[in-house]
């Protein structure tokens, strides 16, 4: 086997490495990401229960008058009760199947 030839055969083996180890982290780099979207996928039901009554907390904290914040929460359940099936059934969709 002549030099050349040598020197091919380590920097075939030596570019396999490199394939291998980078379809490694391509694989590790896909994982994190399929775990981080069912995070958010899992989290997003709660979020959009959340978010009327994070609007509520935030209008009360900035207008003090109690009147307003009665009216706010009665609007709140007046449109809760309408879309209670909806929610219900975004949770029950997003609920991890066991």
């Known amino acids: 086997m002549t030099q050349a030839q040598l020197q091919l055969r380590v920097l075939q083996a030596r570019c396999e ?15 994190q990401v399929h775990e981080r979207v069912q995070k958010v996928q899992n989290a997003t039901p709660w979020i959009a ?6 609007g509520l907390l935030f209008m009360r904290f900035f207008r003090g008058h109690r009147l307003a914040s009665l009216a706010a929460i009665t ?11 909806m929610v219900s059934s975004l949770v029950s969709a997003f609920r991890p199947k066991t």
Do not use: H
């Not at 609007?75 to 099936?85: E, I, Y």
């Open 49 to 54: 229960l959340a978010a009327p009554l994070a």
């Open 75 to 85: 609007g709140f359940v007046v449109k809760f009760r309408d879309l209670w099936p």
């Open 17 to 31: 490495l490199d394939r291998q180890e980078l379809k490694a982290e391509i694989d590790g780099a896909r994982a």
